[in-house]
């Protein structure tokens, strides 16, 4: 006695569209990840290119001639002060997940230990900066420098505390020189990381004020 199986034509369609979505999701669910992802990469750099103009912005002001990281003297301003230290500015991504990271410098005429600085041929103009091996992707690297081009005068000039107190008493010198602002941000696209690759992009943002003072 034969057996003859009948195939219902429902069970078969179902099996059919299961069949084809699993080939379909892989491709789609990359679609999407990659458009989400170009997104969050848009927003990071408008708010790094904001972040770069507002820190340059307040760098030209008097008040913070002194200091990087500490808040400005307000004995000019009406109370109650609320100025922050410069830096401050660059923690705009914060709420992306992204870190920041800014470090005085050993030398008058030297970039932080995380950056390599390579001068411009016009000493008027900012140079180029480049990340060091080492740095952290989803981290903002803070560059911060002036451009003295004065007689004698070291340019550029970076943040050096340490430094003598003819080099180093101030962050920036009066003379209406200009005050440039490099942020730098290495991003690993979440893609990437689900997928397991160590691709980063380095996206770069440069202002530059003249100072005020």
């Known amino acids: 006695m034969r057996t003859h199986l009948e195939m219902r034509p429902g069970r078969t369609a179902a099996g059919q569209a299961l069949v084809e979505f699993a080939l379909v999701a892989p491709v789609l669910l990359l679609i999407i990840g990659a458009t989400v992802d170009m997104g969050r990469g848009l927003l990071l750099y408008s708010l790094l290119s904001g972040a770069s103009g ?114 180093g008493a101030h962050v920036r010198t009066s003379g209406h020189q200009r005050v440039v602002v490099d942020l730098k941000l290495k991003w690993q696209p979440v893609l990437a990381r689900l997928l397991g690759l160590p691709a980063t992009i380095t996206f770069d943002s440069q202002s530059v004020q003249r100072m005020e003072f």
């Open 54 to 167: 507002e820190t340059a912005r307040q760098g030209a002001l008097v008040y913070y001639s002194g200091s990087n990281t500490l808040p400005p003297d307000c004995t000019a301003l009406a109370t109650p002060c609320s100025l922050q230290p410069l830096i401050n500015s660059a923690h705009l991504l914060d709420p992306l997940g992204v870190q920041v990271v800014y470090q005085d410098s050993a030398a008058i005429s030297a970039a932080p230990s995380y950056g390599t600085y390579t001068a411009n041929a016009d000493p008027t103009q900012p140079g180029t900066i480049a990340l060091a091996g080492g740095t952290n992707p989803n981290t903002v690297y803070v560059f911060i420098y002036e451009i003295d081009s004065a007689a004698g005068n070291p340019n550029p000039r970076w943040s050096c505390p340490t430094c003598a107190a003819a080099n």
